[in-house]
């Protein structure tokens, strides 16, 4: 199992505009998944993608997988305040494994 | 509503005191996970079982124990527990298989003085 590792560490931007995580991971993967964590709650579910996809929508996320280099993107389009969070990427192979997370602030 | 239940949601308890936190899912999962989260850390796995009766151990299972008698409960057990354990505790489950994502509770602020 691998753990997969979320850049930049933390990202503060302003409502509106348009956030981008990016994860990275060092082994051959069957899917890829994406979390958020509201302040001291449990992670929800976001989107998964599979090891054959390079790109997929749900609403207003966008999430891109290039295993070729081992990375992914989870990108936000026209942010809210209520988007502020902690995002994890989490690799899944035989198991899966949480990074330390990207901590997003939308300021209103 | 489905979902995963964790008791107690805070604690504050002394070396040694041996504790049980429970997890209960009411999805018919067949697999269950307990994490830790420290700062700066992320998540740590401790345990998952696959299904009754089968538990394995994640990253970081010394000083815990987990039961899984029953397909809906898996408790994480501190037989003697100790301050470096003191953390955010989560409990998560899925339906088997890869691409399933994982449920999560909301979490168990243990502090062990």
């Known amino acids: 199992s691998q753990q997969g590792e979320e850049d930049p560490q933390a990202l503060s931007i302003q409502e509106g505009e348009n956030a981008t995580m990016n994860c990275s991971y060092k082994t051959s993967i069957n899917n890829l998944q994406w979390y958020r964590q509201n302040s001291g709650r449990g992670l929800v579910h976001l989107i998964l993608?599979?090891?054959?996809?390079r790109e997929k929508h749900s609403g207003r996320l966008r999430v891109t997988l290039d295993t070729s280099k081992k990375s992914s993107s989870l990108l936000i389009t026209a942010s809210r305040a209520a988007d502020t969070a902690s995002y994890f990427c989490?690799?899944?192979?035989?198991?899966?494994?949480f990074g330390a997370g990207t901590r997003l602030t939308v300021k209103p | 509503e489905a979902q995963v239940t964790q008791n107690p949601r805070y604690l504050i308890t002394v070396t040694g005191k041996k504790l049980t936190v429970t997890c209960s899912q009411n999805m018919n999962h067949e697999y269950m996970s307990w994490y830790r989260q420290d700062p700066g850390l992320g998540l740590r796995q401790i345990y998952y079982s696959m299904n009754v009766e089968v538990t394995d151990k994640g990253d970081v299972p010394e000083g815990y124990k987990v039961s899984r008698k029953e397909k809906r409960n898996f408790p994480l057990i501190l037989e003697s527990p100790s301050p470096n354990q003191t953390s955010l505790y989560f409990c998560?489950?899925?339906?088997?298989?890869?691409?399933?994502?994982?449920?999560f509770g909301d979490g168990t602020r243990l502090s062990i003085l």
């Open positions: 998560a489950s899925s339906l088997e298989g890869r691409d399933q994502p994982q449920h």
């Open positions: 989490a690799p899944r192979d035989n198991d899966m494994r």
């Open positions: 993608i599979r090891s054959n996809e």
